[in-house]
């Protein structure tokens, strides 16, 4: 069973940093994707960012572009979620989810990869969050 444990949220004031981290456990697929959402309160859950396993292929929302970066360690089964020059407007949960790719469906092809993580219906396997509040 996918079990994913997110890390590094907290308080940070504007224009500030963070590293999150999501760690897995219970998959020894060698291809997946890793894929970082979040929700402000209030709002739907957003897709940020995503990464395959495989070949490293990213993909950014465009509010994350620019912003954000996302990294991954295969070995320790983690992917890391640089966040920085957060505004107001990060306050929120920051979910990772599982995506299989078995078929390197994600890894080779990005307008594939882009939709599904860009959608959060449809996954099974997420972390229980870790809250970023960007506030002065």
């Known amino acids: 069973q996918v079990q994913l444990v997110e890390s590094g949220g907290g308080l940070v004031q504007p224009g500030g940093s963070l590293t999150l981290s999501c760690v897995g456990s219970?998959?020894?697929?060698?291809?997946?994707?890793i894929a970082w959402f979040r929700q402000a309160p209030e709002k739907e859950r957003e897709g940020v960012s995503c990464?395959?396993?495989?070949?490293?292929?990213?993909y950014y929302s465009e509010s994350a572009k620019g912003r954000f970066s996302i990294s991954r360690s295969p070995a320790k089964k983690t992917v890391y979620l640089y966040l920085r020059d957060l505004q107001p407007d990060g306050t929120a949960n920051y979910y990772c989810?599982?995506?299989?790719?078995?078929?390197?469906?994600?890894?080779?092809?990005?307008?594939?990869?882009?939709?599904?993580?860009?959608?959060?219906?449809?996954?099974?396997?997420w972390g229980k969050g870790t809250l970023v509040v960007v506030s002065a």
């Open positions: 989810a599982f995506i299989a790719n078995s078929r390197l469906e994600y890894s080779t092809n990005y307008q594939r990869l882009a939709r599904r993580c860009s959608e959060a219906g449809g996954l099974d396997s």
């Open positions: 219970g998959f020894t697929a060698d291809h997946y994707v």
């Open positions: 990464v395959a396993s495989s070949n490293g292929v990213v």
